[in-house]
């Protein structure tokens, strides 16, 4: 079975700081990852994805994530965070079934 | 707007009522998905169709989930008897199964409320 770990609920940073929400993830075979964000009340909104190649992958707002085979992680990252980065951010995973399964998320809050 | 369409956005049920949502996937993805979400929760697969086959079934699915899709083109979810532990918010998303095209993309969802 394939899974995903979201250690932290919430991240808390300040705005203009570098942010990380970390991810570690299980999968049979070669892992094809994604990362998306949810503002309230609406759907997922895809960020990025590895699938081979560069460990890290750059993608939407700025955000990019490092692909770490040895510790089964992908961790999202960004420079410098903005106010309006704030929102809930999922880790997925999917293997040979071409299903994603998601993390539990993390509330990702950036302070003025 | 070419995305992923769901309906209705919001539903309001009685307990023991059956519903129905509807799906409309991005025009010629062959991959549709649906989940489930609750607060403070991840998505949780319930079921994967390939065109118009149905792959996949959550074993945690009540056999009171259903879902279509005929012709490989809009989905359907029905909930039959439906209890208060169904409220959610229900997801769709469809993906477009060549080459590195693996990313599935979201509709804004259905929320499903039982009184």
């Known amino acids: 079975a394939q899974s995903v770990a979201q250690p932290e609920d919430q991240v808390n940073v300040a705005e203009g700081n570098p942010l990380t929400v970390k991810c570690t993830y299980s999968?049979?075979?070669?892992?094809?990852l994604f990362w998306y964000v949810q503002y309230p009340n609406r759907g997922l909104q895809f960020l990025l994805k590895?699938?081979?190649?560069?460990?890290l992958v750059k993608g939407s707002y700025g955000f990019e994530a490092e692909f770490n085979k040895s510790q089964t992680s992908f961790h999202l990252k960004k420079p410098s965070a903005l106010v309006s980065d704030s929102a809930l951010y999922f880790c997925?995973?999917?293997?040979?079934?071409?299903?994603?399964?998601f993390g539990r998320g993390t509330s990702l809050i950036v302070h003025p | 707007d070419t995305g992923v369409s769901q309906n209705p956005r919001h539903k309001i049920t009685k307990r023991g009522q059956n519903v129905t949502f509807r799906c409309d996937p991005i025009?010629?993805?062959?991959?549709l998905y649906w989940y489930r979400q609750t607060l403070g929760q991840g998505p949780e697969f319930l079921t994967y169709?390939?065109?118009?086959?149905?792959?996949?079934k959550s074993r945690l699915l009540s056999d009171r989930f259903s879902a279509e899709r005929p012709k490989g083109s809009f989905s359907t979810l029905e909930i039959q008897r439906t209890e208060q532990g169904d409220s959610a918010m229900y997801l769709c998303?469809?993906?477009?199964?060549?080459?590195?095209?693996?990313?599935?993309?979201f509709g804004q969802g259905t929320r499903l409320t039982v009184v």
């Open positions: 169709f390939q065109n118009e086959a149905q792959l996949e």
């Open positions: 998303a469809s993906s477009l199964a060549t080459g590195g095209n693996t990313e599935a993309f």
């Open positions: 590895y699938i081979t190649g560069d460990n």
């Open positions: 999968v049979s075979g070669n892992p094809y």
């Open positions: 025009s010629e993805h062959n991959r």
């Open positions: 997925a995973v999917m293997g040979g079934s071409y299903i994603p399964t």
